[in-house]
């Protein structure tokens, strides 16, 4: 692992824009809001920010903006899930306290790389 990884400031592993909804909190069903966010994965959590167009990929340094929410990628789990969807390119995240996000993108390669990094940080803290 590089230095970053051994603590101080975490490893940004990647940074873009997605379409995501919240679908419960909790375990408890939420109604779908879907809006465009801008989402960085940083150390062990996927960040997310609210205003897209004010971000770049160093927006998620402390002190440069406030993210809308914060998920703790620890024992969470990941799926394709087309079928909670009429959107494609569509997989859903499950955190480990029962929030369930939707990420979604019109590319197909875009979410597919999106979907490959965060289970490979998924499945490297699973080996912590
Ligand atoms: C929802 C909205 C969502 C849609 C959802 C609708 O309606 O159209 O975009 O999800 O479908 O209920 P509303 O705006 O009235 O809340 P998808 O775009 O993911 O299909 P769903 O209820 O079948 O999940």
Excluded: C, M, Y
């Amino acid at each position: 692992s590089s230095p970053d990884s051994e603590g101080g400031t975490p490893e940004l592993e990647k940074a873009g824009l997605l379409n995501k909804t919240k679908i419960a909190e909790g375990g408890r069903k939420l109604r779908k809001n879907w809006s465009p966010s801008w989402v960085v994965l940083v150390g062990n959590s996927l960040v997310f920010f609210k205003d897209p167009k004010s971000q770049t990929p160093a927006s998620w340094r402390p002190g440069n903006s406030r993210p809308e929410s914060s998920v703790d990628l620890r024992g969470a789990k990941l799926h394709w899930a087309n079928e909670l969807s009429s959107k494609k390119n569509v997989f859903k995240l499950r955190t480990v306290t029962g929030n369930e996000f939707l990420l979604q993108s019109e590319t197909d390669s875009l979410i597919k790389e999106w979907f490959i990094t965060i289970q490979s940080v998924i499945d490297r803290l699973d080996r912590e």
